[in-house]
């Protein structure tokens, strides 16, 4: 009996066992997120703890997701705190996630690291990678103009055009582009990332906070960290956007009958012959003829999965972008692979791969010859047959037409670029972390072009008929030229990490690391022209014929080479979250200086304080969220205006010499070098607040900073007497001092609609304060348009101030003027007060670089609908239109010389038509115009689609949108944009025809599988 009991006990253990097996079968548990304003979360993760397997909420909040009965799901999203609800069996579970006050979850990189937000003691603004893609552009700064203080960008409008980037200002003479950090390869540029691949881009804009990258981040570092596989599951993502480019502004030039006027009036003017104007009859809009509606498309396809120890991701991206000017083309594709392998829970490794191939042709089409040529030139008499400029005109500008097609698909520049990085990381002992990583990248380009041989033309001449010239110039000689460069640099970072948190509320990081990083490159070039050499109009067969162009001969070619090596360490600190320190060291090593000024030591120290963490504040101000008030200061080095050996000398076999009756190639010194040429040193302080009230919905974030430059690194040439030879050398101080500002306010009205509205202003003041030992010194640019000299802005404008219009020679009397001044001459300010006008009335007349910028932000969120539109400005600077000059001279007139003087009285504004009055020509504030701008930078409407449609097609999410960039322009700038050219330093804000920032009209989705 007792036996029969025993083996019936166990089968009914065994049936409850299996009983209990049955009922664990996954259950559906459903749901809805919601924060703490009882608004929907949409996009929140919801994920089987300890598993891959997740789900995400949909634009209305909610989820469901097949789970075992006695998991745990985690709910989380950006910027709340995580969740975690054991299901217990439970098949609904509603969420309400609370707001993270303190963004403690806020990651940012700080170099060789992140660091959370909260504990940041420097000046660093992260901008989200998907506010980058969904803009359409092919260079991914282009996205971030105006978005970020203390950043400026000068976007071009050329096809694959790069933008000018400078964060605070100008703080060299030299090369003043931010440091880029991709992934922690150092670079140069970043034309070789698809946009739509960037995760993050975090700026550190203070010295403190890029003084760990030593002689390389002095002007700034831009740190973009690109995606990564999505935890969770398989995806598959694809992005597309097409627009159409079209040109807003045209510059405002006189048509066929406002030129004869002008002309004729001209030519009265200087007691000339009057033009017969008989056989010319033509209204040419030549700005019209070399223009076009452009497209733009960019498009991205990536697949991402996470297995149970490895990720990975691949991605591809192509970029098509048409100029607006015709036969401007860029194409650009982009390859990248990333996978990471976890080894274990203490060991993983992983590899970074990206290809990128690009192809321009470069457009023939010349926009000062557009603005310059005659419109009374009719275009062509057939597809082989041209007009020439009137004989007036001949010598200066040639048919615009015929240049844009004779030079169409004539050249070519392809770029090809490899690097890839390998790394390793191991934590031990708890608390250490060891990563080593290694980088390489490759780049080569190739610069292919020909000349064909001219069209017919026709010269229509006057007073007789026209006359044809069979294959225009007789001496053309055709010519085929090639240039190739190639590039590699290779870098290895590693850095030992200990972090521990300690009871009492201590917990810091210690962090010390070793990086070098050696750079390489090679150019080659030659060219053969001969008459008699026959190239074929095939652009695919454009090589043929090369072999016999013997004549003449031009080659050339050239090298570089540098290394540089650091060692570094960062210690950050922070006592119950509210007391904060970070310091950083940096050993720096550069070949580019004179051996024994290589080295030098670099570091940064930062503290602050999160008064909201302090129980008085909390109790006695409850209106305040958050409120941090943070210092630092940093020093670092600048090596970046210099190539490589600038402190040896070099040779030149430029000229000649005459021995006997022969003629021999000369080798005489290039350069006269400093033996003890060393890198720039920058220092900079930065004092901060940020707060948040009004339950976060308003926050702010505002900096002070001081930044000095010395030992500015200097070229300019020495007196006649020592050879007239470029001198490069230390010399001058100078200072950037400024305020940045940001706010925000995000709320809900309703659980359906949500806004924004976010600005930020910069302000930046720009001194030379000294430019070596005397005060006399100076530097030009452009010509003495320009001029830098202590107690002033670096590059500012210099030249005589207008006052008015001279009007009777009676009043000339008794007003300072030159000896040969005549009524209808620009009247100038006798600055000097001595009675005559010289070269000693010259001045400050303003700044080509604007210290003030701003932008603004409004987006707006109703279920699935969402909308955004941005706007940017700038003001306090001038622009000189260099194109103006032009008015003077034969050529075409804007339409301001319309109101040229004539008599008395007529205008105190524009002077007279002639172009013999030399002293109208001089630089003047005639010239200059307000560079003050706001532009309605994007306006952009989307939908998302609900999830339940979604899953009918098989797709995850899907958002389709309508954009409009660049929509207008308020300015007083006449040209074609009011970004001028600020790429040079010395010689800035020029505008000689500024290749036009379009409009762009797209249409783009973004659907996930």
Not at 260 to 278: T, V
Request: proline share 4%; hydrophobic share 35%; glycine share 10%.
């Amino acid at each position: 009996m007792k036996k029969i009991f025993t083996k019936f006990s166990v089968l009914t253990v065994l049936c409850i066992l299996s009983l209990n097996a049955a009922f664990a079968q996954n259950v559906t548990v459903t749901g809805n997120v919601k924060d703490d304003s009882n608004a929907p979360v949409p996009f929140a993760s919801v994920i089987i703890k300890g598993t891959n397997k997740a789900a995400q909420t949909g634009p209305d909040g909610n989820y469901s997701i097949s789970v075992p009965p006695n998991s745990t799901l985690v709910f989380g999203f950006l910027g709340f705190l995580t969740q975690e609800i054991v299901v217990g069996g439970q098949t609904k579970i509603d969420v309400t996630l609370k707001t993270d006050r303190q963004n403690l979850e806020q990651v940012v990189v700080v170099g060789y690291g992140t660091q959370k937000k909260q504990d940041v003691t420097g000046s660093i603004t992260s901008v989200k990678g998907e506010e980058i893609a969904k803009m359409p552009a092919v260079h991914p700064m282009a996205s971030l103009q105006g978005k970020v203080p203390g950043l400026t960008i000068a976007n071009s409008g050329a096809a694959g055009g790069r933008p000018v980037v400078r964060i605070r200002g100008i703080a060299s003479t030299n090369n003043t582009e931010p440091l880029y950090v991709v992934d922690g390869l150092i670079q140069e540029n970043i034309d070789f990332l698809n946009p739509a691949d960037i995760e993050s881009i975090d700026l550190l804009r203070d010295a403190s906070s890029s003084a760990i990258y030593g002689l390389r981040g002095a002007n700034g570092v831009i740190a973009i960290t690109t995606k990564r596989a999505a935890k969770g599951q398989t995806r598959v993502n694809f992005s597309s956007n097409v627009g159409i480019q079209r040109i807003v502004n045209t510059i405002d030039v006189v048509d066929a009958d406002g030129f004869k006027k002008l002309y004729s009036a001209q030519l009265a003017n200087i007691n000339a012959a009057p033009f017969d104007y008989s056989n010319y009859t033509a209204n040419t809009d030549w700005q019209d003829l070399i223009m076009r509606d452009a497209m733009i498309n960019n498009n991205s396809l990536s697949f991402s999965n996470t297995g149970e120890r490895t990720t990975t991701l691949v991605s591809l991206g192509f970029n098509n972008q048409e100029g607006v000017l015709k036969y401007d083309d860029y194409k650009k594709y982009v390859l990248r692979v990333n996978q990471e392998i976890r080894v274990n829970d203490k060991f993983k490794i992983g590899a970074d791969i990206t290809g990128f191939h690009a192809m321009n042709n470069p457009t023939s089409a010349g926009l000062n010859n557009a603005l310059w040529a005659a419109p009374i030139v009719p275009v062509q008499a057939d597809d082989n047959t041209y007009y020439s400029m009137p004989s007036f005109q001949r010598a200066q500008v040639g048919n615009v037409i015929s240049a844009l097609n004779r030079g169409n698909r004539t050249s070519i520049n392809k770029a090809f670029r490899f690097n890839g990085s390998i790394f390793a990381e191991l934590k031990f002992l708890k608390d250490f972390t060891w990563k080593s990583t290694l980088y390489a990248d490759y780049g080569f380009g190739v610069n292919r072009g020909y000349s064909r041989p001219p069209f017919n033309i026709i010269n229509l001449g006057e007073n007789g008929n026209p006359t044809t010239t069979a294959s225009g110039d007789p001496l053309f000689r055709s010519s085929v030229s090639q240039s190739q460069n190639q590039s590699h640099r290779y870098q290895q970072d590693h850095t030992l990490t200990y972090e521990k948190a300690l009871d009492g509320g201590h917990r810091f990081t210690a962090m010390a690391g070793f990086t070098s990083l050696r750079i390489a490159g090679s150019n080659l070039t030659g060219s053969r022209s001969d008459s008699t050499l026959v190239v074929p109009g095939d652009p695919d067969l454009w090589y043929l014929g090369i072999i016999n162009a013997n004549n003449p001969i031009l080659n050339g070619g050239g090298g570089n080479e540098e290394t540089n090596a650091g060692a570094f360490a960062r210690l950050s600190y922070a006592y119950q979250n509210k007391y904060l320190f970070n310091g950083t060291i940096r050993r720096d090593g550069t070949s580019r200086v004179a051996p024994q000024n290589r080295w030098g030591t670099f570091g940064s120290v930062g503290l602050g304080w999160v008064a909201t963490e302090e129980s008085f504040i909390k109790d006695n101000l409850k209106g305040l969220d958050y409120l941090k008030i943070r210092a630092s200061w940093g020093r670092l080095g600048n090596s970046n205006g210099l190539g490589g050996n600038r402190f040896q000398r070099t040779l030149s076999n430029g000229n000649q010499a005459i021995f006997g009756d022969f003629i021999y190639t000369a080798i005489s010194d290039a350069n006269r070098p400093d033996p003890n040429l060393r890198y720039e040193v920058v220092q900079g302080a930065d004092v901060g607040v940020e707060f948040r009230i009004f339950n976060n919905r308003l926050n702010a974030d505002i900096n002070l900073y001081n930044k000095t430059t010395t030992g500015i690194i200097t070229s300019f040439p020495l007196p006649a007497e020592q050879g007239s030879l470029p001198y490069i050398t230390n010399l001058g101080k100078l200072t950037n001092k400024g305020i940045e500002a940001s706010l925000s306010w995000t709320d809900k009205i309703g659980d359906s609609f949500s806004y924004g509205l976010s600005g930020n202003f910069t302000y930046n003041q720009n001194r030379v304060v000294s430019l070596g030992n005397t005060t006399d010194f100076q530097i030009t640019g452009n010509s003495g348009v320009n001029l830098t000299n202590s107690g002033q802005s670096i590059g500012y404008f210099y030249g005589f101030r207008q006052i008015g219009i001279y009007q009777t020679p009676r009043e000339m009397l008794t007003q300072p003027g030159f000896t040969n001044s005549l009524p209808g001459d620009i009247q100038f300010e006798d600055i000097n007060g001595d009675g005559i006008i010289s070269p000693l009335d010259r001045t400050y007349l303003g700044t080509p670089f604007p210290p003030y910028s701003y932008g603004l932000s409004l987006t707006l969120g109703y279920k699935g609908f969402d909308a955004l539109i941005e706007g940017q400005g700038v003001a306090g600077n001038k622009i000189y239109t260099q194109r103006r000059t032009a008015n003077f001279a034969t050529l075409n007139y804007e339409s301001n010389r319309l109101n040229a003087w004539t008599v008395p009285g007529s205008t105190n504004i524009e002077p007279i038509l002639d172009n013999t009055r030399g002293n109208n020509f001089l630089f003047s504030s005639y010239f200059l115009e307000p560079g003050d701008y706001f532009r309605l930078r994007t306006v952009q409407l989307g939908y998302t689609f609900a999830p339940s449609l979604m899953t009918k097609i098989g797709a995850q999410r899907l958002r389709v949108y309508i954009s409009g960039q660049n929509l207008h322009t308020w300015t007083k700038a006449t040209g074609y944009t009011p970004e001028p050219q600020i790429g040079s330093i010395l010689g800035g804000g020029a505008d000689n025809g500024v290749y036009p920032v379009p409009a762009i009209y797209s249409f783009g989705l973004n659907v996930t599988f």
